[in-house]
């Protein structure tokens, strides 16, 4: 089956760094996405990765490896409006979304 | 950038009554588009697909005959909740992707849903 693994919950301090996790196995691969979700709210898109290596924008970045099917989002200088859910999603081969649980960062000042 | 709204924002009815969802691409055309529900503290869950033109596809375990879906025109869906029970309330989202194989899911701001 098709699985996205996630940590449920991330806790960081206020202007720190937070590198949150995301592991996949799907039925072939055509892109990794980031979104973030804040509470009672749609998500908004942040990244995506379609090659290896490192994307950044601005205090966000992602980076992806295809080979061991491992995803992180980076995020700098942390700011307490970055508290939110932030989902990772990869297209599979069929072009369908597969979305993670999602996790929840908790920034305390 | 590409601009997906939702409507209504928020909505509460009586059980037994029927609920329409509006989801308008306002400044791209699109073919297809998704609706997604989800429950509190959980993950998004794709209900269904909706295709310009034709049938929606829908998700194993989703009733198509109590979702009834909609998609007239290139920049309009519809999601109509039937006979509505408690157990639909939910956080309803639609979404759809301008085109280019490589464009994000852009999402409607989401329709809280409470039927009593």
């Known amino acids: 089956g098709q699985n996205i693994d996630q940590p449920t919950e991330m806790t960081a301090t206020e202007g720190a760094i937070v590198q949150i996790n995301c592991t996949y196995q799907?039925?072939?691969?055509?892109?990794l996405f980031w979104y973030q979700q804040h509470a009672g709210e749609a998500p908004t898109f942040l990244s995506y990765?379609?090659l290896d290596g490192l994307e950044e924008k601005g205090r966000f970045s992602s980076f992806l490896s295809r080979s061991k099917g491992y995803s992180y989002l980076l995020l700098k200088e942390l700011q307490m409006k970055d508290s939110a859910s932030y989902l990772c999603?990869?297209?599979?081969?069929?072009?369908?979304?597969?979305w993670g649980a999602g996790t929840k960062l908790i920034i305390k000042p | 950038g590409a601009v997906v709204s939702q409507h209504p924002s928020r909505v509460i009815c009586k059980s037994g009554t029927s609920v329409k969802i509006e989801c308008r691409s306002l400044d791209f055309q699109a073919t297809t588009m998704f609706w997604y529900r989800q429950f509190p503290k959980q993950s998004l869950m794709l209900m269904a697909t909706s295709n310009e033109g034709s049938k929606a596809t829908y998700e194993q375990g989703v009733e198509k005959d109590k979702f009834l879906i909609n998609h007239a025109s290139l920049t309009l869906s519809t999601l109509t909740v039937t006979s509505a029970h408690p157990e639909d309330s939910s956080f309803y989202i639609c979404?759809?992707?301008?085109?280019?194989?490589?464009?994000?899911?852009?999402f409607g701001n989401g329709t809280r849903l409470t039927v009593t």
């Open positions: 979404s759809a992707r301008p085109p280019g194989e490589v464009s994000p899911l852009h």
């Open positions: 999603a990869v297209k599979d081969s069929n072009y369908q979304l597969i």
């Open positions: 799907t039925s072939g691969f055509n892109g």
């Open positions: 990765n379609v």
